[in-house]
């Protein structure tokens, strides 16, 4: 192995919806595993612990931006400008959507 030979790792970012309540208590777990099963497949496949979840692409109107929470910061102008409880930092963008909702497993 040469020592200029480098690893290439392709990085993607894809929006998840979950469909009604279905996946809001799964999420907040304190020790989550998370798994993506078929990614570049029509029905995607996500498994949060036991539960499995089917999924779908859907179109995306435009870019969909993603963004993470930081503290907030004090205010440069007192009159003018007020403190925010949280800010908001770009984290990344993506043109891939897919909603999922609870799946059931069948046999053929």
Known sequence: ???YDEEIVEETHMLVEFAGNTGND??????LSMKIIG????QPLIQIGNQLYAGEYLATFG?????SETE????TDTVF?????QKLKFAA???KKTR???GICESK
């Open 72 to 75: 907030g910061h004090q205010p």
């Open 1 to 3: 192995m040469d020592d």
């Open 93 to 95: 963008k993506t043109n």
């Open 81 to 85: 400008d007020t403190k925010l409880d």
């Open 26 to 31: 799964a999420l907040k777990q304190d020790n």
């Open 39 to 42: 990614i570049d497949s029509e």
């Open 100 to 102: 999922h909702q609870t």
């Open 63 to 67: 870019t969909e931006l993603v963004f």
